[in-house]
């Protein structure tokens, strides 16, 4: 496993090469985040006053094929932090390793460091070369302000398609899946002498229980209902139901920013 910052001028060449590489066991992707969507995102004056519920679409690209996926959930789902992440790319290495085994893997991401650049993604590789999937998996970062990709052309694509331009890419819903998220303590080893031990990883869900939105969050969304089209009105009105009908041990939500990474407290886990 190796890691390596990109600068910018030397990433526009590196990614170019990446996408010609023609080693058929190896797959090369690059995967961002997109800025946090506002649901429902509507330009009446008084939607300026309310809170809405925030989306999250995480944007896998693979670099050879030129094929891509979009995995998208909301916060009552799941935060932004480095555990989804994981839980994404973990479902695109599965889905993709299913159609055509690969043991090479080289990713490219930018600098964040709550999502791309923590211990759980450095020890999800580890498990998967452990487990012996992969023979070499290369993470390549690139430098804050340099970190152009073909994912910030997806996530315009998208901005498009919310403003109503009709030059816009459609997207098309292809799955639908729910799943927990990979989460643990640490290799119980000081850092240093940190080695692969033989053993399990245990899948636990990151919330045992739905995510409870705060009741004034909840009380906006049912005001600005009514300035949808009443055939848009399903899935928000689905959410609001379900959070009015929320069981008393639903995780108690933590105010959010859409500027703020969701870092995450716990670590993904090997037992020796």
């Known amino acids: 496993m190796r890691l390596t910052k990109i600068w910018h001028e030397e990433g526009k060449h590196i990614l170019k090469e990446l996408a010609a590489n023609d080693d058929g066991d190896c797959r090369v992707i690059c995967f961002d985040l997109q800025q946090t969507l506002p649901v429902p995102r509507i330009s009446t004056n008084i939607a300026y006053y309310k809170?809405?519920?925030w989306m999250y679409n995480l944007y896998i690209h693979d670099l050879k094929a030129n094929k891509s996926k979009f995995y998208v959930w909301d916060e009552v789902n799941g935060g932004q932090g480095s555990v989804e992440i994981v839980a994404c790319l973990n479902r695109?290495?599965?889905e993709e390793y299913a159609k055509a085994p690969f043991h090479k893997l080289k990713v490219v991401t930018d600098n964040s460091g709550g999502q791309n650049k923590n211990i759980n993604v450095i020890l999800y590789y580890l498990k998967q070369i452990h487990d012996g999937k992969f023979k070499i998996i290369e993470h390549l970062f690139l430098v804050p302000g340099h970190s152009y990709m073909p994912c910030d052309r997806a996530f315009g694509n998208i901005e498009k398609c919310v403003r109503g331009f009709q030059d816009a890419r459609r997207f098309?819903?292809?799955?639908?899946?729910s799943e927990g998220y990979l989460v643990g303590m640490d290799y119980?080893?000081?850092l240093g002498s940190v080695r692969l031990m033989k053993g399990t990883v245990h899948l636990a869900p990151k919330y045992p229980h739905p995510i409870q939105l705060r009741k004034g969050k909840v009380k906006h969304l049912k005001d600005l209902l009514s300035f949808i089209l009443e055939q848009y009105r399903g899935y928000l009105q689905h959410v609001i139901t379900e959070q009015e009908h929320a069981p008393e041990n639903a995780e108690p939500h933590q105010e959010e920013s859409s500027d703020e990474e969701?870092?995450?407290?716990?670590l993904m886990d090997y037992d020796s």
């Open 51 to 53: 809170r809405k519920l």
């Open 92 to 94: 695109w290495i599965e």
């Open 172 to 177: 098309v819903l292809k799955d639908n899946f």
């Open 188 to 190: 119980n080893t000081p």
């Open 262 to 266: 969701d870092v995450d407290n716990t």
